[in-house]
């Protein structure tokens, strides 16, 4: 009879031993985070977690998606940076969050159907698959635009990356998908 008790609690043991690495209780997933903190001036960037000085580029890479191990890319626009009016088309994404966050200036800022002016020390928070957008709405905005996603991906720092460098890509592997124009700066002056 002992024997036969062993034998079943040996048994009935092994499923316990083959998940032992894991732990069940726990929602934080293991991830490896930077050795070492940084500080990045105001005349630089980190695209692709390489620390740069820049000369004349549109955005900046303030927190690059390698440097969060892909939990979070931070980029912002440069002053004086914005000198024609406008922005990107309504759109969303589909596996990231997004917070705006003025630094300086004015912007308008659309999640849905409202439209909001954003002045220095808003934000805005953009839930995943929220249509949404932004627009400068005056000539040579001396304004900066701070634009935080969660979780990182390294396909939307790359399109930050073209967008930089002055160029504006037709299209992006960038998790997001255009579902309708830029704001009408005319229709939103009118009201």
């Known amino acids: 009879m002992k024997r036969r008790n062993f034998i079943t609690a040996t048994l009935l043991s092994i499923p316990a031993f083959s998940f ?21 001036r105001a005349n630089e960037s980190r695209f692709d ?20 191990d892909g939990q979070l890319l931070m980029g912002s626009t440069m002053p004086n940076a914005l000198q024609r009016k406008g922005g990107p088309p309504l ?15 004015e912007f308008l800022i659309q999640i849905g159907d409202e439209i909001f002016t ?7 928070f953009i839930p995943r ?7 400068n709405p005056i000539e040579n905005n001396p304004g900066s635009l701070i634009s935080i996603h969660f979780p990182g991906s390294n396909e939307m ?3 930050f990356k073209t967008i930089a460098s002055g160029k ?3 299209e992006s592997e960038a998790n997001q998908t ?7 700066l005319d229709a939103v002056k009118k009201n």
């Open 129 to 135: 698959g929220t249509p949404h957008t932004f627009a």
């Open 118 to 124: 954003a002045k220095t020390g808003d934000a805005a």
């Open 91 to 105: 759109h969303i994404h589909k596996t990231q969050e997004e917070v705006f966050f003025v630094l300086s200036g």
């Open 157 to 159: 720092e790359s399109y």
């Open 49 to 68: 977690g390489v620390q740069k000085t820049m000369t004349s580029d549109l955005l900046r890479c303030v927190i690059s998606n390698k440097d969060s």
């Open 178 to 184: 255009d579902v309708g124009p830029p704001i009408d």
């Open 20 to 40: 032992a690495g894991f732990n069940f209780w726990s929602n934080k997933t293991v991830r490896t985070t930077p050795k070492k903190g940084f500080l990045i």
């Open 168 to 170: 504006f890509p037709e």
